[in-house]
T-cell receptor, first 115, second 113 residues
Framework: DTGVSQDPRHKITKRGQNVTFRCDPI?????LYWYRQTLGQGPEFLTY????????KSRLLSDRFSAERPKGSFSTLEIQRTEQGDSAMYLC?????????????FGSGTRLTVV | GENVEQHPSTLSVQEGDSAVIKCTYS??????FPWYKQELGKRPQLIID?????GEKKDQRIAVTLNKTAKHFSLHITETQPEDSAVYFC????????????FGTGTRLQVTL
């Protein structure tokens, strides 16, 4: 286990379709975060889990977005009825505790293109 | 909520020169300030971080300074090398709670030969 894995790396979908992304964090990390990054911008917080509990969601996370972490290990992010504005890089990160001592470890992201 | 501003948006320096990137934050409760380097098409990687109980931290050619009173912090890179070329993001968070990071908008650093 060398890092945070995200799958797929790239996803092209037609507007209105549903997509699901997967994140596998570093195994001993209990916190898992989802961020979204658009071109030329910094990552924006979407939601985070501590173990299997989803503890906070950003206002950016509309009703079309849902995230789960059923067993406190991997997580999925689903976007329903995709819109062109959903096109972005979706980054997953994990940390042990609050990460303040060692920061987050980010995955390589899933780049979503909605056409 | 927290707001982090970052300047400049682009920075071009000659190899061997120093580069300075500045950030300000709005939430006085923020106490953890990491810096990430992101190369094109790659993941953000933590390069240095600082907590609010420290004014300065150095790691080889990279240093970060923090002024809590003014609510700003800066990244200093000395003796820049071409491999330093990347986008750099500052961030702020309140540890002990959600610890979600609020990022700046990034600085594209170009180190020219």
């Amino acid at each position: 286990d060398t890092g945070v894995s995200q799958d797929p790396r790239h996803k092209i979908t037609k507007r209105g379709q549903n997509v699901t992304f997967r994140c596998d964090p570093i195994s001993e990390h209990n916190r898992l975060y989802w961020y979204r990054q658009t071109l030329g911008q910094g990552p924006e917080f979407l939601t985070y889990f501590q173990n299997e509990a989803q503890l906070e969601k950003s206002r950016l996370l509309s009703d079309r977005f849902s995230a789960e972490r059923p067993k406190g290990s991997f997580s999925t992010l689903e976007i329903q009825r995709t819109e062109q504005g959903d096109s972005a890089m979706y980054l997953c990160a994990s940390s042990l505790g609050d990460g303040g001592g060692h920061g987050y470890t980010f995955g390589s992201g899933t780049r979503l293109t909605v056409v | 909520g927290e707001n982090v501003e970052q300047h400049p948006s682009t920075l071009s320096v000659q190899e061997g020169d120093s580069a300075v990137i500045k950030c300000t934050y709005s939430d006085s409760a923020s106490n953890y300030f990491p810096w990430y380097k992101q190369e094109l098409g790659k993941r953000p990687q933590l390069i240095i971080d600082i907590r609010s109980n420290v004014g300065e931290k150095k790691d080889q050619r990279i240093a970060v300074t923090l002024n809590k009173t003014a609510k700003h912090f800066s990244l200093h890179i000395t003796e820049t090398q071409p491999e330093d070329s990347a986008v750099y993001f500052c961030a702020a968070s309140v540890t002990g709670t959600a610890s979600k990071l609020t990022f700046g908008t990034g600085t594209r650093l170009q180190v020219t030969l």
